[in-house]
């Protein structure tokens, strides 16, 4: 019996991939996971969610991860199409890693109705959908380390040439620099999410 977990990292920020990620292990081996001290990536160190997330690849049956860049992410949001985008990339882990059944965090307010487009998208694959999922299933805790490791591992990479801060907007590193970036070059640079709103107010006013 295979399990899967889906989450995702960096829905929030305004800047960088929108991560998706998903891992299987049979179902009788999840307990290995909870040993690991697997859970919610938020509640971990970014040090322990390093080395977990080097377990958790040891031991995975499958994993998937898939990066949403933020042209994708704009042209989703235009068509006020996020939660959909979301579904698609999810559709996809669920079809690549091809499990019994998938655990998924949803984004959408309507749970049942995220799992259901989920399992149409992936040719009927049976989705159970949650809000929390991250916290309430060790398997999902375990994508969500994957998800944001990646996500961390792209900012980084992104950092090397530019003080943007975590990519939140309620970071003001972040904001500072996105804002003196457009001051200065009359354009967004191709890894800010031009269709959030917190930039949309800097091109506006500036």
């Not at 305004?14 to 040993?35: D, E, H, Q, Y």
């Not at 669920?94 to 487009?117: A, H, I, M, Q």
């Amino acid at each position: 019996m295979q399990i899967c977990g889906i989450d995702d990292a960096g829905r929030g920020s305004m800047l960088g991939p929108l991560v998706i990620a998903g891992i299987t292990l049979n179902k009788k081996n999840l307990r290995k996971l909870s040993s690991l001290g697997v859970k919610d990536s938020k509640k971990l160190s970014p040090q322990l969610r390093e080395s977990l997330y080097k377990e958790i690849i040891a031991i995975a049956d499958n994993y998937y991860i898939a990066k949403i860049p933020p042209r994708s992410i704009d042209a989703s949001v235009k068509k006020h199409c996020l939660n959909g985008l979301e579904a698609k990339y999810m559709a996809k882990v669920v079809s690549k890693l091809n499990p019994d059944t998938s655990y998924v965090d949803s984004c959408d307010v309507n749970p049942k109705r995220f799992g259901k487009e989920i399992s149409q998208l992936s040719g009927n694959h049976k989705i159970k959908s949650y809000h929390h999922a991250d916290s309430r299933f060790v398997i999902v805790s375990a994508a969500s380390i994957l998800a944001k490791v990646t996500r961390d591992k792209a900012i980084a990479k992104l950092r090397k040439d530019h003080n943007l801060g975590s990519g939140y907007p309620s970071d003001s590193v972040t904001v500072k620099f996105v804002t003196k970036f457009y001051k200065k070059n009359h354009k967004m640079p191709n890894f800010v999410r031009k269709s959030w709103k917190p930039v949309q107010k800097i091109i506006l006013n500036n």
